[in-house]
């Protein structure tokens, strides 16, 4: 089993940063891949980035502003957003799996926080 927990969201400027962070527990933790994804009003929700220790990866549309960083000795993942948009504004959630599999579809994630706001004002 896998707990996890986001905590960062907020709300900013245009042009502005923020650092999602997600904390995990559980006993597979160490070996799972994580990831990140958003969730627009009345929309199905979508991959921004998932790291594990076979790399990373981060959706095409996001890359240039957005990196997922890891810290496996603390169990904690970051989402680190720059040049925010307001077309970021979601709720994020942070998802695991019980395998390092780079998988991008929510469907694939077992496990998943509660979100987190983020808003982006013009």
């Known amino acids: 089993q896998v707990r996890l927990e986001e905590s960062g969201g907020g709300w900013v400027q245009a042009g502005g940063r923020l650092r999602l962070s997600c904390a995990a527990s559980g006993s597979t933790v160490g070996r799972a891949a994580m990831a990140w994804f958003r969730q627009f009003p009345g929309k199905e929700r979508e991959f921004v980035g998932v790291i594990s220790l076979r790399g990373a990866r981060v959706q095409d549309a996001v890359k240039d502003r957005f990196i997922v960083t890891r810290d496996n000795i603390h169990n904690n993942m970051a989402l680190h957003m720059s040049n925010l948009r307001p077309e970021d504004t979601a709720v994020y959630y942070c998802?695991?799996?019980?395998?390092?599999?780079?998988?991008?579809?929510?469907?694939?994630?077992?496990?998943w926080g509660q979100g987190t706001q983020v808003t982006v004002s013009a």
């Open positions: 998802a695991a799996r019980n395998d390092d599999a780079l998988e991008t579809s929510p469907s694939k994630f077992a496990y």
